[in-house]
């Protein structure tokens, strides 16, 4: 990274004055200011230098580069004809290597200075390892003075190519020189992956991998890694053996253009042999496992000056190389799983793999995959040109989530494809041969292939994914049969929400084409719209107006100044909408410190994957309710926790919180904090739960780590659309009258509009509740979850909770959906009392 540079010689000139000669006591005076103000202006000049220029070179620990205003890298690899592979070329100290990377880099050096154009901005190459080939790494560096940039798009792979492939391998194969190259690669390089292994200043190291394991870590690990970090680990196995890195710890700054962990199926940084490129935190029960295709792998950290973390530690060795034939094979079981090479962690490049599923004759092949991700940079997945996993004709990449297919025959072939760069997850699948006649035995078969219960049959969802369990439906009396023939319930009709998707339940309701619904079901002439003016009692008019001048309306974010965005859903949103940016405050809360993959299927959360939530624990009997934390001092609960018959409920000290806990039975990482004060909502009613909240005071705060982080609390306008995905989490009973659970659980389960709230739950709800699961049943919290959070996703990348478990009729009843308590009504209440 190049410092800022100034100019002092193209200011403005000082004005001189000659002074008359006869006052000469005040001349020398004026000559002494002069000199003095001289002085100071040098000082000043000199530290300014020093601090702009010399004190980040000083403090950066690796420097082998001077980079210009502009630099361009190259790096790549030359493949040498008739030399013969010495395992002393591995050394960097030994003549061998020394006396041909010189060898090289003089040719190198002669053919860019020998052409037209680069001659004047080539700097130097450097030839960085060799390996069995033989081939030689290597880079390019050319500087572009900030007088010349506009020539930076004349720089490009293709030139650098064609004048090393014409210099190197043509020049070669005329001459009688020993060295003769017939193979050139050069792709642009991020310049601060361009080290020295010669140079004694350059965090650079070797690495034999062996069967045994070894480790190795990030430069100050666990402590801190140094700002702007260049380093690099070039690591070697046997001839026939490929290479495994894990990583137990990973925990690099989570923006990838500042710091990050590149890792290369190569010697050289060349993007063309990338395996991946990492940032974040990582979880140790998801951890980066890397593969090499062959018996070399380059390890690079970069890292900015800003912001410094514990980095990583890495543990690596020999495995044997993986092939076409290790991989793959023929599946004769009725049922079974495979998954990609070496999953859970990254396959390898350049591989391919091919599984033959047989089934008995007569019977078919179905194949589903629980999880599939393929996904590489830039790539359109309706070609996956690169990496894919082909069936039945078809290719599939990218990041899948519901992919089920059925095969024509009793045979299925399942092909998987790497190329040479980076590589990913995989896959995990499941197959079945099932008969024909009877494809899913008790379930409905979707048109996808797959199967799901006959209840989620015309439920007016999506569960198969391609709506084929929606269509030609006959409705039930208690259905409203929309015109694309969807059945949902009747309750959905004229609730101004589209749950239809082809707005025919809105179609017959009291407002006429030309005019518009408000949200309180007034209407109102559609040109009313948006007009600046608060026509509906509610101002749903005038929400979301882009062009309008802000009003304030229900659906307004209010800011501290007084003044309203017409804006769904302001706060948090990374924009600041406020010009007092009181939109944008408090809102270090809502994000998962752990980078966790998406699983399809499965009930259990992983470490992490739900920080906000606490187990509380009632005296002796173990965990009773859930909670969800705010901010160090505070958590949020149900009301209908501590005000019961039982007067110790209300008592802090009979209650004990964990958070960050996953496993009821494991408290590692896990703090214990006794509550200090409880707080229920003076509002609060058993007989209906309405106002069915309490804050909790902890006796100590809270100490934020990897599985310990608050939730985002929504401002009081802040939107969960009905149909919106969102979670429930907690260890309640898995099933009506059932245990409850020793592992955290989790459910997805979706926002039921308020009409249909009310009707179903036959006007029990206030409007300090909102309803959410599945009418059709199925998924919804339980016994032992009251208290706990149901939080949303919103796209700014920030989890925000929605309600809190209250009551329901049973558990995951038909048409008796999971209530909560709507925490927008109660923002204002919790911040009265915590400032939250």
């Known amino acids: 990274m190049s410092s800022p540079r100034y100019d002092w010689n193209n200011g403005p000139h000082e004005r001189v004055e000659f002074l008359p000669k006869g006052n000469k006591k005040r001349n020398i005076g004026i000559v002494i200011g002069i000199v003095a103000a001289v002085l100071v202006v040098a000082a000043v000049v000199a530290f300014l230098i020093w601090l702009f220029v010399f004190k980040d070179a000083v403090s950066e620990p690796t420097y082998g580069m001077q980079y210009g205003p502009a630099t361009e890298v190259y790096s790549g690899h030359l493949k040498l004809v008739g030399v013969a592979y010495d395992q002393k070329l591995e050394d960097t100290k030994s003549k061998q290597f020394n006396g041909l990377a010189d060898n090289l880099e003089g040719i190198v050096d002669k053919n860019c200075k020998a052409h037209p154009f680069l001659k004047k901005y080539y700097v130097k190459a450097v030839v960085t390892a060799f390996s069995e080939g033989v081939l030689a790494y290597y880079w390019v560096q050319f500087d572009i003075p900030k007088d010349e940039l506009e020539v930076l798009p004349e720089f490009s792979e293709e030139l650098i190519l064609g004048v090393l492939q014409k210099g190197l391998v043509d020049d070669g194969k005329r001459s009688n020189t020993a060295i003769k190259i017939s193979e050139v690669t050069a792709?642009?390089?991020?310049?601060?992956?361009?080290?020295?292994?010669r140079a004694t200043d350059e965090c650079f190291f070797r690495l034999e991998a062996e069967d045994k394991v070894k480790t190795f870590t990030s430069p100050g690990f666990p402590q801190k890694y140094p700002a702007r970090s260049r380093c690099q680990w070039q690591i070697r196995a046997a001839k026939n053996k490929a290479i495994s890195v894990s990583f137990p710890s990973f925990n690099v700054e989570d923006d990838c253009s500042n710091d990050f962990v590149s890792i290369y199926d190569s010697l050289s940084p060349d993007e063309s042999q990338a395996i991946t490129k990492k940032c974040g935190q990582r979880p140790p029960i998801n951890r980066l496992q890397v593969a090499s295709s062959g018996n070399i792998m380059l390890i690079n950290l970069i890292t900015d000056s800003a912001i410094q973390r514990p980095g990583f530690s890495a543990e690596f060795k020999a495995i044997p190389k993986m092939t076409a034939e290790m991989c793959g094979g023929v599946l004769t079981d009725?049922?079974?799983?495979?998954?990609?090479?070496?999953?859970?962690?990254?396959?390898?490049?350049?591989?391919?793999?091919?599984?033959?599923?047989?089934a008995p004759t007569g019977q078919k092949v179905r194949v589903t995959f629980t999880l599939f991700r393929m996904k590489e940079p830039e790539v359109d997945v309706s070609k996956c040109h690169k990496d894919y996993v082909e069936l039945l004709g078809a290719k599939f990449c990218g990041e899948i989530h519901s992919l089920s297919l059925t095969s024509q025959t009793n045979i299925m072939e399942v092909k998987f494809h790497s190329d040479e760069s980076f590589t990913d997850k995989g896959f995990r699948a499941e197959y079945v041969a099932f008969d024909p006649s009877n494809p899913c035995p008790?379930?409905?078969?979707?048109?996808?292939?797959?199967?799901?219960?006959?209840?989620?049959?015309?439920?007016?969802?999506?569960?198969?994914?391609?709506?084929?369990?929606?269509?030609?439906?006959?409705?039930?009396?208690?259905?409203?049969?929309?015109?694309?023939?969807?059945?949902?319930?009747?309750?959905?009709?004229?609730?101004?929400?589209?749950?239809?998707?082809?707005?025919?339940?809105?179609?017959?309701?009291?407002?006429?084409?030309?005019?518009?619904?408000?949200?309180?079901?007034?209407?109102?002439?559609?040109?009313?719209?948006?007009?600046?003016?608060?026509?509906?009692?509610?101002?749903?008019?005038?929400?979301?107006?882009?062009?309008?001048?802000?009003?304030?309306?229900?659906?307004?974010?209010?800011?501290?100044?007084?003044?309203?965005?017409?804006?769904?859903?302001?706060?948090?949103?990374?924009?600041?909408?406020?010009?007092?940016?009181?939109?944008?405050?408090?809102?270090?809360?809502?994000?998962?410190?752990?980078?966790l993959n998406r699983i399809v299927g499965g009930?259990?959360?992983?470490?992490?994957?739900?920080?906000?939530?606490?187990?509380?624990?009632?005296?002796?009997?173990?965990?009773?309710?859930?909670?969800?934390?705010?901010?160090?001092?505070?958590?949020?609960?149900?009301?209908h926790c501590f005000k019961t018959n039982n007067p110790l409920n209300l008592i802090a000290s009979s209650w004990q919180s964990y958070s960050g806990m996953q496993d009821q039975y494991k408290h590692d990482d896990v703090?214990?904090?006794?509550?200090?004060?409880?707080?229920?909502?003076?509002?609060?009613?058993?007989?209906?739960?309405?106002?069915?909240?309490?804050?909790?005071?902890?006796?100590?705060?809270?100490?934020?780590?990897?599985?310990?982080?608050?939730?985002?609390?929504?401002a009081r306008t802040?939107?969960?659309?009905?149909?919106?995905?969102?979670?429930?989490?907690?260890?309640?009973?898995?099933?009506?009258?059932?245990?409850t659970a020793r592992v955290l659980q989790k459910a997805a389960v979706k926002i039921i509009n308020d009409t249909v709230c009310n009707v179903v739950t036959e006007g029990q709800v206030t409007s300090r509740m909102l309803c959410s699961g599945f009418l059709a049943g199925g998924v919804d919290a339980c016994q032992g979850d009251s208290g706990g959070p149901l939080v949303c996703f919103e796209e700014t990348?920030?989890?925000?909770?929605?309600?809190i478990v209250s009551w329901g009729e049973g558990c995951a009843r038909r048409n008796k959906p999971g209530v909560y308590s709507r925490v927008t009504k109660l923002r204002d209440w919790i911040k009265e009392k915590t400032g939250v």
């Not at 009725?334 to 599923?357: E, M, V």
């Not at 608060?534 to 107006?545: H, L, Q, Y």
């Open 187 to 197: 792709t642009s390089t991020d310049p601060r992956m361009a080290r020295s292994p």
């Open 603 to 639: 009930q259990d959360a992983e470490s992490g994957e739900w920080p906000w939530q606490v187990s509380l624990h009632f005296l002796t009997r173990g965990h009773v309710c859930g909670a969800s934390i705010l901010n160090e001092k505070w958590l949020l609960s149900a009301a």
């Open 718 to 739: 802040h939107v969960f659309p009905a149909g919106m995905s969102c979670y429930v989490t907690g260890w309640g009973t898995l099933r009506e009258g059932g245990r």
């Open 334 to 358: 009725n049922k079974g799983q495979f998954t990609s090479p070496h999953h859970p962690g990254l396959y390898p490049p350049a591989l391919d793999c091919k599984w033959t599923i047989k």
């Open 671 to 714: 703090q214990r904090r006794a509550l200090k004060n409880i707080i229920p909502h003076p509002d609060y009613s058993p007989m209906n739960f309405d106002y069915d909240i309490a804050l909790l005071e902890l006796s100590q705060p809270l100490e934020f780590s990897n599985t310990i982080y608050p939730i985002c609390l929504p």
């Open 797 to 803: 990348g920030k989890w925000f909770q929605a309600g």
């Open 442 to 595: 008790g379930k409905f078969a979707c048109a996808s292939s797959i199967c799901i219960g006959k209840d989620l049959h015309c439920d007016g969802w999506n569960d198969c994914g391609d709506m084929s369990d929606e269509r030609k439906c006959k409705c039930e009396k208690d259905q409203f049969a929309c015109d694309n023939g969807m059945c949902k319930p009747k309750f959905s009709v004229c609730d101004r929400v589209n749950d239809c998707g082809d707005n025919s339940d809105e179609k017959q309701c009291s407002c006429a084409e030309n005019e518009f619904r408000c949200g309180d079901g007034n209407c109102v002439t559609q040109d009313s719209v948006c007009d600046n003016r608060k026509d509906c009692t509610d101002g749903s008019d005038e929400a979301s107006c882009k062009t309008s001048t802000p009003i304030c309306t229900d659906f307004s974010f209010k800011c501290k100044s007084g003044t309203c965005v017409s804006k769904v859903n302001a706060d948090c949103d990374r924009v600041k909408d406020c010009a007092d940016g009181s939109d944008e405050e408090g809102c270090n809360c809502g994000i998962r410190p752990y980078k």
